[in-house]
């Protein structure tokens, strides 16, 4: 079957470093793509993966190793603005369906 | 501002109803995806189009439809609601084809089924 694996949650402090896991089932997709969500927004785009490897964006990185059929998304210099919901996703190369993940709610204590 | 517009943005309506949502994408974009989020879901992918032929379909319900007009403008219709069709409705668009690149998303949709 298809199907993305994240923690339901996560808790971090200000300042620190938090990595959200995504483990995947699917035999062959495009690539890992990473969504953050605030609460009654639209989800907004932040990393893409299509080769293995880690790709940086400011204080976001993404990191993707198909043979460990896994990634994550790292975020570092934690500020308050980035509690919110953060998503994996991918497209599934058999059927070209999307799929996401449930969502990972990263909440951030002073 | 990611550029793609809906509307309306609330809908309430009963059982049994049938109502239509629209999505304007970014200036030049091709691609148009639609998505359904309910309370404490993830986003399930419904349908896609790009330059108004259908392109990939997800775990769309029959009683569910969508269409591109030539403008590229999009419209989601959905008949015979039923209490469990109430969630948010998301648009989003993007350049490409396939792959999973960069997709904007509009504002959404909430659909609340009485």
């Known amino acids: 079957g298809q199907s993305l694996e994240q923690p339901s949650e996560v808790t971090a402090v200000e300042g620190a470093i938090v990595q959200i896991n995504c483990t995947y089932q699917?035999?062959?997709?495009?690539?890992l793509s990473w969504y953050q969500q605030h609460d009654g927004g639209a989800p907004t785009f932040l990393s893409y993966?299509?080769?293995?490897g880690l790709e940086e964006t400011g204080r976001f990185s993404s990191f993707l190793s198909r043979s460990d059929s896994y990634g994550y998304l790292l975020l570092q210099e934690l500020q308050m603005k980035d509690s919110a919901s953060y998503f994996c996703?991918?497209?599934?190369?058999?059927?070209?369906?999307?799929?996401f993940g449930k969502g990972t709610r990263l909440h951030i204590l002073p | 501002d990611s550029g793609v517009t809906q509307t309306p943005k609330h809908l309430i309506t009963a059982t049994g109803q049938r109502v239509t949502l629209r999505c304007s994408p970014r200036?030049?974009?091709?691609?148009v995806y639609w998505y359904q989020q309910s309370l404490d879901q993830g986003l399930q992918f419904l349908i896609q189009y790009y330059n108004g032929e259908e392109r990939a379909k997800g775990n769309i319900l029959e009683r569910f439809s969508a269409q591109q007009f030539p403008d590229l403008h999009s419209e989601l219709n959905l008949s015979s609601l039923e209490l469990g069709d109430s969630a948010l409705y998301f648009c989003?668009?993007?350049?490409?084809?396939?792959?999973?690149?960069?997709?904007?998303f509009g504002p959404g949709t909430r659909l609340t089924v009485l």
């Open positions: 699917t035999s062959g997709f495009y690539g």
């Open positions: 996703a991918v497209r599934d190369r058999r059927d070209d369906k999307i799929i």
């Open positions: 200036s030049g974009d091709l691609s």
């Open positions: 993966n299509g080769l293995d």
């Open positions: 989003a668009s993007s350049v490409v084809s396939g792959g999973i690149h960069e997709q904007f």
